[in-house]
């Protein structure tokens, strides 16, 4: 998409010559008086407004999966017992089998379990923000009268670092049937019920990182008139087209996220017992990071001030301050080449960027 970006760029600035030559008032070569072409270059600072949007999961464990427990320590039941529900004879059971196998009940005994809660699920709080960032703006202007022009804003695409706002929990529920001689026991269903850890997207410095292409088209009124006023303010308003590549993750975030990939990858191979307990699976969870492209409208407020009162000079300075209505949403997504996809997380980013601009420019 960013050769997209660039193509039209590019047709533009190279088919507003050739409109030129149209015999009419808007695209003739005759400037009555001023210049057609403008390009200035300066410092851009882009100053993000939006706020952190809630990451929303989704996982390969439908709800009412069935899975084998495969060996699991006593301790690990314990510690996952529903604290709603009263299980106190339960636990002494467990605790009374502990002491005489070791503390770990093996897959003969440990049976199956009917797992919820993994399949979607919301983590209110948490989501990712984009910090304030500078780089190199590069604006170029065609006038097709002394007051209206048409404006492309570029520059240099900055590296921009994503803040990772919360915690996000997976809210495992489950019950586990142990089972004697391969017969379920149902009489003896633990019930099963914990949030669990997965990453802090605030412990480990940005969560993210992505470069960040936003080129703008806009439409603009100068007021007053060349050659009689220095200072001319203008308005315009127009479209942003935002491109990110170059994603890349905090590797202490991706290692979280591979290890939830193990949970994941374990109980699709029965062994949910292991889920519970972190222990890796034999599966191999890469993680994946991806940005959708957007378009957001943009307004901006500006000026230009000559250096001198006489027209046929042609060096300006020139400020800005634009606002756009940008968002788009990022992708995480945790696969394995046999799984498949284990886990997709999703979060809108509210971008809305303030834009600040100050440059020198050049009418020719």
Known sequence: MKYTALALTTSVLFG???????????????????????????????????????????????????????????????????????????????????????????SAISGSSVINGLEEWSNPGTGLEADDVTTLGI??????????????????????????????????????TPQLGGLPLEFLDIALQNDIFITDLEAYGPAASARAWTPAFELQYHFGKTGVNKFRPYVGVGLMYAYFNELEINPRTEQDLIAAGHMIANIKQGKAGAALEGTPSTANPEVEVEASDAFAPVATLGFTYDFTYDFNDKWFAVGSVSYAHLKNDTTITVRDAQLGELIKSKADIEVNPILAYAGVGYRF
């Open 139 to 176: 604006i170029s202007n065609y006038f097709f009268t002394d007051n209206v022009s048409l404006e492309i804003k570029a520059g240099i695409p900055p590296k921009v670092d994503l803040q990772g706002k919360g915690k996000i929990y997976a809210p495992f529920s489950a019950i586990a």
């Open 16 to 106: 507003l010559p050739q409109l030129s030559f149209a015999e009419n008032n808007w695209f003739g070569m005759k400037a009555d008086g001023f210049k057609r072409f403008s390009v200035s270059v300066g410092a851009l600072h882009v100053m993000p407004q939006g706020k952190a949007q809630p990451f929303k999961v989704n996982t390969a464990i439908a709800n009412n999966t069935k899975a084998r427990n495969g060996t699991i320590q006593v301790d690990t039941v314990l510690n996952n017992l529903d604290p709603n529900v009263r299980q106190q004879a339960l636990a002494d059971t467990l605790n009374f089998l502990g002491f005489f196998s070791g503390g770990e009940l093996d």
